[in-house]
């Protein structure tokens, strides 16, 4: 009997590992937000409410995504966006350049970088911020995960957490060139030439270690 009990623990005690290792699985968001366009709308389902906008004359959809607490439309006039908590559609208005900008959506952020600027639209905050660019500087590339948004330019990159209210920035050296970009919902790390460029959500500032 004893025999018996000590191989019991065995496959007890690896149940209750897995148990463990499972609990710290980061938690998977359900879409709570339907979007599509209909007669001139655009139109968000959320739960059992309806929230509609009406599209202007020469207004045209370009791009439209949801997911998690988001849902967001990309016309050739303006950014639009709601949230399961916002209680309507909140938008910006856009230059005519700014309608060929990258847009992309998160759970909790929608990223917009066109022209001269990069817009989130932070869920937490329920409210559009923007970050002037470079006016010179190309776009490189702009990736958004749970948590975390990144832009880079061929100067410098840019960071945004839902914890925080404003972007962060991080200039590049004389000669120091971009070359990839690994993102996780809550962290980013940027390899360039010279350097490991690193943040993640909780503290939302920029670390850096050089590899030469």
């Known amino acids: 009997m004893p025999r018996y009990r ?12 897995l148990s463990a290792i499972g609990s710290y699985a980061e938690e998977e968001i359900e879409d709570l937000v339907d979007v599509f366009e209909s007669n001139r709308k655009i139109i ?17 959809v370009l791009w439209s995504d949801s997911d998690g607490y988001l849902g967001a439309f990309l016309t050739n006039e303006r950014f639009f966006v709601i949230s399961t908590s916002s209680g309507a559609w909140k938008y910006l208005p856009l230059k005519s350049d700014e309608s060929k900008g990258v847009a992309s959506l998160s759970p909790y952020i929608a990223l917009l970088v066109a022209g001269d600027r990069a817009i989130v639209f932070n869920e937490v905050s329920n409210r559009f911020i923007e970050k002037r660019l470079p006016i010179q500087d190309e ?74």
Not at 44 to 52: L, S
């Open 6 to 17: 000590r191989f019991l623990t065995v496959p007890i005690c690896l149940s209750i590992l």
């Open 44 to 60: 968000a389902v959320i739960e059992k409410r309806t929230f509609t906008s009406n599209l202007r004359s020469k207004e045209k």
């Open 139 to 212: 776009l490189l590339t702009a990736k958004v995960e749970r948590y975390v948004a990144v832009v880079v330019t061929s100067s410098r990159a840019f960071d945004f957490t839902t914890r925080t209210s404003a972007f962060n920035e991080i200039p590049f050296r004389g000669g120091e060139t971009f070359e990839e970009i690994k993102a996780t919902s809550s962290k980013a790390t940027i390899r360039t030439s010279d350097r490991l460029l690193t943040f993640n959500a909780k503290s939302s500032t920029w670390n850096e270690h050089r590899l030469y």
